[in-house]
């Protein structure tokens, strides 16, 4: 069984410019969810679906993020206009339906904005 | 809201040590409780997870048990190897899948 996919695994941007990060989960986990990851922190969720409905984007900046699942299989998510402090390993997860409630990680993108 | 507190790192350990890495959460309702493992260079995965109180997880040498009454997940494991230094993360999971996660121990083991 193949696992989350993601893409880019590295990135290195000017602070303004835009930046976008992919994923494809593992075939048929209806959630997927993107995490924030900075140095030295544990994963901080900034947004959940359930199928390409958005169940929880509370701590999601949306003046400048923002991401979507189209299909309701794989996902994008993007920053516009990148920020220092932006910079980050963004994971994605993935979750099956009911069940164990174990989420399935890729590598995780990292962004370096200068 | 919901949060997991770990404690503060970094352990190191000499090889055969006893490890205990505590974690305590808050949380509205009765969650469900992992810890992952980041493994250097890798991504994170599942160690052991516990879904109601008293219940107990293990896996590879580890366990942790859901302390409903003092809100607590701890990690242990009796003789730890060098194979498991990595960055360990408590997480805790609501009904409606919502994951939250602490802020990462890193276990450096020493032969």
């Known amino acids: 069984e193949a696992g989350v996919a993601q893409s880019p695994r590295y990135k290195i941007i000017e602070k303004r410019q835009s930046v976008a990060f992919w994923c494809n989960p593992i075939?048929?986990?209806?959630?997927l969810y993107w995490y924030q990851q900075i140095l030295g922190q544990g994963p901080k969720l900034l947004i959940q679906?359930?199928?390409?409905?958005?169940?929880?984007d509370s701590q999601l900046p949306k003046d400048r993020f923002s991401a979507e699942r189209l299909k309701g299989v794989d996902s994008t998510l993007k920053i516009q206009p990148a920020k220092l402090e932006d910079s980050a390993v963004y994971l994605c997860?993935?979750?099956?339906?009911?069940?164990?409630?174990?989420?399935?990680f890729g590598e995780g993108s990292r962004l370096t904005v200068l | 809201g919901d949060s997991v507190t770990q404690m503060e790192g970094p352990v190191t350990l000499s090889e055969e040590a006893f490890l205990t890495i505590n974690c305590t959460y808050t949380?509205?309702?009765?969650?469900?409780l992992f810890w992952y493992v980041q493994y250097p260079g890798e991504g994170l995965q599942l160690l052991l997870k516990?879904?109601?109180?008293?219940d107990k997880g293990s896996n590879k040498g580890f366990e942790a048990t859901y302390r409903k009454e003092t809100t607590s997940f701890h990690l242990e494991k009796g003789s730890v190897q060098v194979s498991d230094s990595a960055v360990y993360f408590c997480?805790?999971?609501?009904?409606?899948?919502?994951?939250?996660f602490g802020d990462g121990t890193t276990l450096t083991v020493k032969p």
């Open positions: 997860a993935s979750r099956g339906q009911g069940g164990t409630g174990e989420l399935f």
């Open positions: 075939s048929g986990h209806a959630t």
């Open positions: 679906f359930q199928n390409n409905g958005v169940v929880d």
């Open positions: 949380a509205t309702g009765y969650p469900s």
């Open positions: 516990a879904t109601k109180a008293d």
């Open positions: 997480a805790l999971q609501t009904n409606a899948g919502k994951s939250t």
